[in-house]
């Protein structure tokens, strides 16, 4: 964040002749000399502290491929090679037997489906032999448990099974059954030991895979809580090299903001932290001037309320004596023009008769000026109570107010649904009844019509005053709102020329506004702008729709 300038603050001060003299330029304080972590900025301290958890995470991910890797070691060797072996080995087991079942079965009644099972024994065998030695490869004890079992097969089948086949064969007696069971015994005995080999490489490899699930959740508590003290260790760095220098700064930043502007501000830490201290402390530097600028324009000011509202004073002291001390010479010269006008008229001649019109009615125009113009400044001033009203009987109240001049004419005044506003009855029935009489007073040939309606605009309603007169000049659009401005003569339309201007002051009383509609043709259109009621109340009728015209006089 940088400082705003003493440029800055020159160019606010006001243009005026007696203004106060223009600030200094305030000078930027010097930056101190950075050492330590203040030469740092928050990027690299960032940085530096995603490395490090980066290197926490990346060593525990190490040690978790680790023990994963020694687990699915272990799993396979148990589960891929160990208890397949063990199975093949009970199945190897069981063809041996069928191979002595069917050689005893065939002894005893030489018949060839009886040496069926000796048969598919020994394929069994040769196969079941095949994969548990791929199972076991790399053991040698195993192997060589396997080679024990192939020795003492093949030695019970030379030495008992083939001699026996063949004896039954031919019918004669064979080797004895003694020779067979000491054979196969000896089977047996290398199976049973081949099968308690393979429980124990099986045992071992169940304690080492339970091992190295241990080892695995031992590594993985120890890395979890080797990282969650090394991110509180980064934590707490970050605290004190970047969190405690901001709230240093912040709760120097809020002394002065608390009032105490002349507490320097001193900031440490990170550069960015150092360089907003900086600019919090020209910031500071540059307020305090302003400040002291701001208390001079104020008593200026307050001096300048002063003589404005002794101003006020003798304006008020004016229209008093303009209301009573300056009308009484001039109802006493319009009092003695007449009675001259009376006693005096057609004695003298036309030309004193004449001059009599022009003193009499001159002084009547300057009573009128000048109840005209008390009128005016009294706007506003009267303290008019303002209330929620109904714009629908102020038009009917101000159409009543000209009813004479409507039935003169033959014209007629309507309008559609009006809403309510919050303002002074009073204040806005003139503007009503000045707005009709303007209509009634500048009409064309045939017999005036006035028509009003309203339209919501946002925040504010739009009442459009629509006459059938002889209309406005576009370029005259805006000297009609100046007061005792005239376009016609004054003995083409009477009238002072403020009825206008008193409108628009009336509505910027109300925080309204007032203009003449230059598109809308033929006739005038004045549009009344008045603020939307904020909080209306909740009987108050809804928002006007277009609905059957309602006429306020004939």
């Given at each position: 964040?940088?400082?705003?300038?003493?440029?800055?603050?020159?160019?606010?001060?006001?243009?005026?002749?007696?203004?106060?003299?223009?600030?200094?330029?305030?000078?930027?304080?010097?930056?101190?000399?950075?050492?330590?972590?203040?030469?740092?900025?928050?990027?690299?301290?960032?940085?530096?502290?995603?490395?490090?958890?980066?290197?926490?995470?990346?060593?525990?991910?190490?040690?978790?491929?680790?023990?994963?890797?020694?687990?699915?070691?272990?799993?396979?060797?148990?589960?891929?090679?160990?208890?397949?072996?063990?199975?093949?080995?009970?199945?190897?087991?069981?063809?041996?037997?069928?191979?002595?079942?069917?050689?005893?079965?065939?002894?005893?009644?030489?018949?060839?489906?009886?040496?069926?099972?000796?048969?598919?024994?020994?394929a069994e065998e040769a196969e079941l032999v095949g994969g548990l030695r791929a199972l076991v490869a790399g053991r040698p004890e195993a192997l060589a448990q396997l080679d024990a079992v192939e020795d003492a097969t093949a030695t019970w089948r030379t030495t008992y099974a083939e001699p026996s086949i063949a004896a039954a064969g031919q019918g004669v007696p064979g080797p004895s059954v003694e020779v067979g069971k000491a054979a196969f015994d000896r089977v047996r005995a290398a199976l049973d030991a081949?099968?308690?080999?393979?429980?124990?490489?099986?045992?071992?490899?169940?304690?080492?895979?339970?091992?190295?699930?241990?080892?695995?959740?031992?590594?993985?508590?120890?890395?979890?809580?080797?990282?969650?003290?090394?991110?509180?260790?980064?934590?707490?760095?970050?605290?004190?090299?970047?969190?405690?220098?901001?709230?240093?700064?912040?709760?120097?930043?809020?002394?002065?903001?608390?009032?105490?502007?002349?507490?320097?501000?001193?900031?440490?830490?990170?550069?960015?932290?150092?360089?907003?201290?900086?600019?919090?402390?020209?910031?500071?530097?540059?307020?305090?001037?302003?400040?002291?600028?701001?208390?001079?324009?104020?008593?200026?000011?307050?001096?300048?309320?002063?003589?404005?509202?002794?101003?006020?004073?003798?304006?008020?002291?004016?229209?008093?004596?303009?209301?009573?001390?300056?009308?009484?010479?001039?109802?006493?010269?319009?009092?003695?023009?007449?009675?001259?006008?009376?006693?005096?008229?057609?004695?003298?001649?036309?030309?004193?008769?004449?001059?009599?019109?022009?003193?009499?009615?001159?002084?009547?125009?300057?009573?009128?000026?000048?109840?005209?113009?008390?009128?005016?400044?009294?706007?506003?001033?009267?303290?008019?109570?303002?209330?929620?009203?109904?714009?629908?009987?102020?038009?009917?109240?101000?159409?009543?107010?000209?009813?004479?001049?409507?039935?003169?004419?033959?014209?007629?005044?309507?309008?559609?649904?009006?809403?309510?506003?919050?303002?002074?009855?009073?204040?806005?029935?003139?503007?009503?009844?000045?707005?009709?009489?303007?209509?009634?007073?500048?009409?064309?040939?045939?017999?005036?019509?006035?028509?009003?309606?309203?339209?919501?605009?946002?925040?504010?309603?739009?009442?459009?005053?629509?006459?059938?007169?002889?209309?406005?000049?576009?370029?005259?659009?805006?000297?009609?709102?100046?007061?005792?401005?005239?376009?016609?003569?004054?003995?083409?339309?009477?009238?002072?020329?403020?009825?206008?201007?008193?409108?628009?002051?009336?509505?910027?009383?109300?925080?309204?506004?007032?203009?003449?509609?230059?598109?809308?043709?033929?006739?005038?259109?004045?549009?009344?702008?008045?603020?939307?009621?904020?909080?209306?109340?909740?009987?108050?009728?809804?928002?006007?729709?277009?609905?059957?015209?309602?006429?306020?006089?004939?």
């Amino acid at each position: 964040m940088s400082a705003p300038t003493a440029e800055d603050a020159t160019d606010a001060t006001p243009d005026v002749d007696d203004a106060p003299p223009a600030a200094a330029p305030v000078p930027r304080p010097r930056r101190r000399r950075r050492d330590g972590l203040s030469r740092w900025p928050l990027q690299r301290i960032l940085l530096v502290t995603g490395a490090a958890l980066g290197v926490l995470l990346l060593v525990a991910l190490l040690v978790g491929i680790a023990g994963l890797t020694a687990l699915a070691r272990q799993r396979s060797e148990l589960v891929d090679r160990l208890d397949p072996a063990l199975l093949t080995a009970q199945q190897l087991d069981a063809a041996t037997v069928d191979q002595e079942t069917g050689v005893r079965g065939y002894v005893l009644l030489p018949r060839a489906e009886l040496l069926d099972p000796y048969t598919r024994g020994r394929a069994e065998e040769a196969e079941l032999v095949g994969g548990l030695r791929a199972l076991v490869a790399g053991r040698p004890e195993a192997l060589a448990q396997l080679d024990a079992v192939e020795d003492a097969t093949a030695t019970w089948r030379t030495t008992y099974a083939e001699p026996s086949i063949a004896a039954a064969g031919q019918g004669v007696p064979g080797p004895s059954v003694e020779v067979g069971k000491a054979a196969f015994d000896r089977v047996r005995a290398a199976l049973d030991a081949q099968r308690a080999r393979l429980l124990d490489l099986r045992n071992d490899a169940r304690d080492g895979l339970d091992g190295a699930a241990d080892m695995l959740a031992v590594s993985g508590a120890v890395t979890l809580v080797v990282i969650a003290l090394g991110v509180l260790a980064l934590l707490e760095w970050l605290r004190r090299v970047v969190v405690a220098p901001t709230h240093r700064l912040a709760r120097e930043v809020r002394q002065v903001a608390d009032g105490d502007l002349d507490h320097q501000v001193l900031a440490a830490g990170p550069r960015e932290i150092t360089e907003l201290g900086e600019d919090v402390e020209a910031m500071r530097v540059l307020i305090v001037r302003e400040l002291a600028d701001t208390e001079r324009a104020r008593q200026e000011l307050d001096s300048r309320s002063r003589e404005l509202a002794r101003s006020n004073s003798d304006l008020e002291q004016f229209a008093y004596v303009a209301s009573h001390d300056l009308q009484e010479p001039l109802r006493k010269v319009a009092s003695f023009c007449q009675l001259l006008q009376r006693r005096y008229a057609g004695q003298l001649d036309e030309r004193a008769d004449q001059y009599i019109e022009f003193a009499s009615d001159g002084a009547k125009r300057m009573q009128v000026l000048i109840n005209d113009l008390l009128a005016f400044s009294r706007v506003g001033r009267q303290g008019d109570a303002m209330e929620t009203v109904d714009l629908n009987r102020l038009v009917d109240r101000a159409a009543e107010n000209v009813a004479g001049a409507l039935e003169e004419s033959g014209g007629a005044v309507e309008h559609g649904d009006l809403p309510r506003v919050h303002g002074a009855p009073a204040l806005l029935t003139t503007v009503f009844q000045n707005l009709l009489g303007n209509s009634l007073k500048f009409r064309g040939e045939d017999p005036p019509r006035v028509r009003v309606d309203a339209e919501r605009d946002g925040d504010r309603w739009l009442l459009r005053f629509r006459d059938n007169g002889i209309g406005i000049d576009p370029e005259y659009a805006e000297r009609i709102f100046v007061i005792f401005q005239r376009l016609h003569a004054r003995n083409t339309y009477p009238g002072t020329g403020i009825g206008l201007a008193m409108c628009r002051k009336i509505l910027e009383h109300h925080d309204g506004s007032m203009w003449l509609d230059t598109d809308a043709t033929p006739g005038t259109t004045f549009v009344v702008a008045l603020p939307v009621l904020t909080d209306p109340d909740p009987d108050s009728e809804p928002e006007p729709e277009p609905g059957p015209d309602q006429e306020a006089a004939p």
